[in-house]
């Protein structure tokens, strides 16, 4: 069965920097598109990053130079490091797999605030 | 791309038709993408490749469209489908989400 569990989350102020994890079960996740995607309070759905199969990431232009995708393949866990956290980072914080999105976790929820 | 939903929302009685439209600022087709999200909830996939269902999505939801034009059915509204319904386009880096439709109890 396939499972993606989040964690990490929290209350941060702004400047901080968080690292969420997405821990794996049911299958690899170098095998395939594993990543991101957030939700702000009240808000739609927004893409973040992707790492695709184990190799080649990508960032949405908000969060580029600041984010950064990985994958631990012993751990079989995502990871999502966020320095610079800004107010408008708040947000659920989905780990995904595939394009499109067939699998989701549950999510973890970030907040940046003073 | 720019993905635009409409209606934002849409107020429907159980057992009716409901149709949701997606547009996108460029041709994305077929990498569209339907999901399904209610309260409290993660998003689900219902359809991707424009019309084709996820596993386990009953009948009653359809999809078809081209180019930048798509629309979602749902035949029949059961009281489970009353949430929020997003497309997304998956054809071009950054993938990109509407704005979603609620469709509603009317």
């Known amino acids: 069965e396939v499972q993606l569990v989040e964690s990490g989350g929290g209350l941060i102020q702004p400047g901080g920097s968080l690292r969420l994890s997405c821990a794996v079960s049911?299958?690899?996740?170098?095998?395939?598109?594993m990543g991101w995607v957030r939700q702000a309070p009240g808000k739609g759905l927004e893409w973040v990053s992707v790492?695709?199969?184990?190799?080649?990431?990508r960032h949405a232009d908000s969060v580029r130079g600041r984010f950064t995708i990985s994958g631990d393949y012993s751990t079989n866990t995502l990871y999502l490091e966020m320095n610079i956290l800004r107010a408008e980072d708040t947000a659920l914080y989905y780990c995904?797999?595939?394009?499109?999105?067939?699998?989701w976790g549950q999510g973890t929820l970030v907040t940046v605030s003073s | 791309i720019v993905m635009t939903q409409s209606p934002a929302t849409l107020s429907v009685s159980p057992g009716e038709r409901a149709t949701l439209s997606c547009r996108a600022s460029?041709?994305?087709?077929?990498?569209l993408a339907w999901y399904q999200q209610k309260p409290g909830q993660a998003p689900r996939l219902l359809v991707y490749?424009?019309?084709t269902r996820a596993a386990g999505i009953p009948t009653r939801f359809s999809a078809f469209g081209s180019g930048t034009e798509f629309t979602l059915t749902i035949s029949s509204l059961q009281s489970e489908d009353f949430a929020v319904y997003y497309c997304?386009?998956?054809?071009?880096?950054?993938?990109?989400f509407g704005q979603g439709t609620k469709v509603e109890i009317k």
């Open positions: 995904t797999r595939g394009t499109p999105q067939r699998y």
């Open positions: 490749d424009a019309s």
């Open positions: 790492i695709q199969s184990g190799g080649p990431t």
């Open positions: 049911g299958f690899s996740v170098s095998s395939d598109y």
């Open positions: 997304q386009q998956y054809n071009t880096w950054p993938q990109t």
């Open positions: 460029q041709s994305v087709a077929p990498a």
